[in-house]
């Protein structure tokens, strides 16, 4: 099979992160057994209690070579662009395959099947490793499983495996991305009829503490301290969020909840932030939580396997992104960067595509890192 009959089948399972990622993992498991690849599962019940499933494969003896990172898990596709065909329904219009997942990020999944498909009897010096995550687009819990649970993993950081990232990037070298934090703020009231003093408005707790997080984003946006000029936007993006659940108009709210969503660059001390934020919600009397973190993801763009991609890939510099990927949560491997088919700004459209070519492409590039690190 070639990488579009590849991605067919992967987009054709709704694999969206609150849905099990089960069945879409059994495919990957039988596509990686039937190319030779030894198995390992790595599966956990999310907080909702729904079964996830990351498979990594390894074809070759021995330690080294490429470890390839993909994720099957997909964002809602509701609404969809059209009523001709679903979201899970992947279709051919011209030089694209429309479908949900087919950019983010089945389709780069569907190149690394092609080219070890291609390279299925390749003598290997040393190993290719396949991994297909869950949960990436929901805080990278695949991928956490992974590197506090799997042995191949330990195994690809102890051998100094060549780990790529497959997410769209139009196969430009990406060496360096944002990572991110989430902090969630709740304080609690009491619901009664606003004409009354019956209640307790959990929104005049919150007020001084939004305004902190009002100050710290100001703060952020006007630092140098917190701004790097090789990432566009250069700052934090430190987005905040509110909503106080309230029902009508005339009931004090009992309940108001600030979420801050940030993206911290290579090289920045966040937790002065996160314990700013965490003191202000204890001098205002609300809960405070650090809801998720991934870390960074940073290698020097002048090292010798930054280079080595860079002539594989064909291309001349390096590059960053603003947006996350596992490879947050698996920065033990040293030498890591993204690079995959498809253009990031498709990526959770309501018409996600990516282009035929792309496919052609990464799969070709893929390949070439096989025969070169593994063969």
Known sequence: MDALEYNQRLVSFESTSNLTNAPVSDYCEEVLSGLGFAIERIEYDDPH????????????EGTGGMAYFGHTDVVPADPWHTEDFGAFEPTIVGDRLYGRGSCDMKGSIACMFAAAERLADLPLKQPVYVTCTSDEEIGYGGATAVAQRSELFREMVAGGSRGIIGEPTMLEVVYAHKGTTGLVATSHGTASHSSTTAGLNANLAMIPYLAEMK????????SSEWQNDAFDPPTLSWNIGINDHTAAVNITPPKSVCTVYFRAMP?????????RAQASAQECGIEFVVKSRAEPLYIDPDSPFVREVLDLAGRDTPTTVCYGTDGGMLTELSNMVVIGPGDIAQAHTWDEFI????????????ARMIEEWCG
């Not at 209690?49 to 070759?60: D, E, F, I, P, T």
């Not at 100050?215 to 006007?222: L, Q, R, V």
């Not at 282009?355 to 893929?366: A, P, R, S």
């Open 355 to 366: 282009d035929l070519e792309q496919l052609e492409l990464g799969t070709d590039l893929y």
């Open 49 to 60: 209690g729904v079964r996830k499933v990351s498979v990594l494969g390894k074809k070759g």
């Open 215 to 222: 100050a710290i984003h100001d703060e952020t946006e006007s």
């Open 267 to 275: 090289g920045q001390e966040i937790d002065s932030l996160i314990e």
